[in-house]
């Protein structure tokens, strides 16, 4: 369940309910919750419901949740399309490629994955976050070349999913024991 959980908390922090037209609508009728509900803070909260769940530890659910906010703050578009799929990149790292490159893109790409297994590491003092995000960029390049195979089209809807389940959902599993 942890791993499912994971999977949907980052595809809410990526957009995710934008696609589904009822959200929509219910986004436009009301700012307020238009801002509340936006999928960085909807999926902050239900972060921190799920892990008060398991641990049922104010202060563990505190700082999880902080590392959570934190490593998902910073937008990584770019980065998801610069790595791209086979033999093909998108967004500013491979427009201004005499600037970046994809290359680049990549290496940014690298550096969030082991970003992201640093702060989650420092936060729970579990290691295998660590490893884990070692996996963000061929789980990011797998997630995207299957979307593309299945629908003909780039996106990282389906990367995003496969990354909430890889980097963040096995280890918390693993760190949960449960």
Known sequence: MTLIIFSLLYAIKGGFLEKIKAFKRFK?????????LGGKLLSTILCAVTIYYYTYDLLQTALFTLGWLVTIAPSVGEEMGAIGRLNKGWGEYVTHWQYFGRSYGIKKAIERGVFIGAIMTLVTGYIPFICFSLLFVPIVFIGQEIYYRLFRQDSWSLAEIMVGLVVYGIPTYLWLGV
Do not use: D, G, R
């Open 28 to 36: 436009v009728c009301n700012p307020l919750l238009n801002t509340l």
